[in-house]
């Protein structure tokens, strides 16, 4: 069992009740076994004549350098203002880029590793996306893009820039490469409202000969076919995963995230608060967020509002969190209840708390 105790600067530490109690007693065993280590390897010398066998110390786990494991269900994760990332499910790890702990007010520091995943972006989604993130450099080829979806398809829409400003249209169907890219694969094109096909194939050009890519993020051109890397394109936090399969889902277009090599299964995460529907679980490894240092961690963050999804920017949790609650669980980890970012301010009544059922 484990509780809160401030330090000396006032951060709050979690640290293990028993380890305290007996660290009086400790000091006193350890010097024991010392003496007893010494007169053993002694002992050991003299009888291989005077050698001492070279033995490897063991080995002890980091514990902020171990992962932490996570699992979302139904978020929508705000990477910006304007891109979210609409996480139907995922399953997988975090850790630090510098080998501490993940540190929530900077997410430049960390990396989240995919395992397994469904996740969507709409048409405003990937429109932002382009002209922000991935388009949106000085000297740029293609510039106010908006993109949308139709049947099984995704309809682009944009202007080109190569000596005068020329706007397109192109239809394109999208699928995954072996090495894990999106790929847009024009079917139909219009170039100033005219058929763009005929037109190209009469001009003999191609998008690779028109448009010069060697500046954008994430993105390159072969013949007509246009790449995006899923794990470039986004601002940060960075995400690591393989992509395996893409399609079309109402006005979403929906990643799969998976492992194609054979792999040990890894057993779910199963949260504390297994009747929330909407919720982020972390657990094991060090989190930091403000002054609050979680070791060996536990903390499952669930949506104020079951009803919908739950809408979380890590650039304004802070905010999010003052505007819910938090409880320490009896094997001492957190659940806490945070209101979507979308309403704060809102003049809402917050949900009574719920009783939660001890472990």
């Known amino acids: 069992m ?14 293990s009740v028993c380890t305290r109690r007996l660290g009086r007693t400790s000091a ?11 007169a053993s390897h002694r002992a050991s010398a003299q009888s291989n004549g005077g050698h001492a066998s070279k ?17 979302m269900r139904r978020v929508d994760f705000y990477v910006d203002t304007q891109v979210v990332l609409h996480i139907r499910h995922l399953d997988g790890t975090m850790r630090s880029k510098e080998g501490g702990p993940v540190v929530f007010d900077d997410k430049n520091s960390f990396i989240i590793t995919i395992d397994t995943a469904e996740v969507g972006m709409t048409g405003a989604d990937l429109s932002a996306l382009l002209n922000k993130y991935v388009f949106g450099y000085k000297g740029s080829p293609l510039s106010h893009l908006h993109l949308r979806t139709e049947g099984d398809h995704v309809v682009q829409t944009g202007r080109m820039h190569k000596g005068i400003t020329i706007s397109f249209e192109i239809t394109a169907t999208m699928d995954v490469t072996p090495e894990g890219l999106l790929r847009l694969h024009p079917i139909k094109t219009k170039i100033m409202g005219m058929n763009g096909e005929k ?7 191609s998008l690779e000969k028109i448009l010069d890519l060697s500046g954008a993020t994430g993105a390159t051109v072969h013949g ?7 794990r470039k394109i986004l601002p940060p936090p960075e995400i690591e995963g393989r992509v395996v399969s893409v399609r079309v889902d109402g006005d979403e277009m929906v990643q799969a995230f998976g492992k194609t090599e054979p792999h040990e299964p890894v057993h779910a995460l199963v949260p504390p608060d297994t009747k929330a529907p909407n919720y982020m679980f972390y657990k094991g490894g060090t989190l930091r967020f403000g002054r609050l240092l979680m070791l060996d961690a536990e903390m499952q963050i669930v949506d104020l509002d079951p009803e919908a999804v739950f809408k979380f920017d890590l650039s304004r949790y ?8 938090e409880r320490t669980l009896a094997d001492g980890g957190l659940e806490v209840w945070m209101r979507d970012v979308d309403k704060l301010g809102a003049e809402t009544v917050v949900a009574a708390k719920p009783a939660l059922p001890h472990r």
């Not at 033995?55 to 786990?61: C, D, E, G, L, Y």
């Open 318 to 325: 802070n905010a999010q969190l003052v505007a819910g609650y």
């Open 199 to 205: 037109l190209m194939k009469f001009l003999g050009l």
């Open 28 to 38: 006193g065993v350890a010097a024991l076994w010392a003496l007893a280590l010494i």
């Open 2 to 15: 484990t509780k809160p105790y401030r330090n000396d600067k006032g951060s709050i530490m979690l640290q």
């Open 224 to 230: 007509n076919d246009i790449f995006l890397d899923p």
């Open 55 to 71: 033995t490897a110390p063991a080995s002890h786990a980091d514990p902020a350098r171990v992962r932490t494991r996570v699992s």
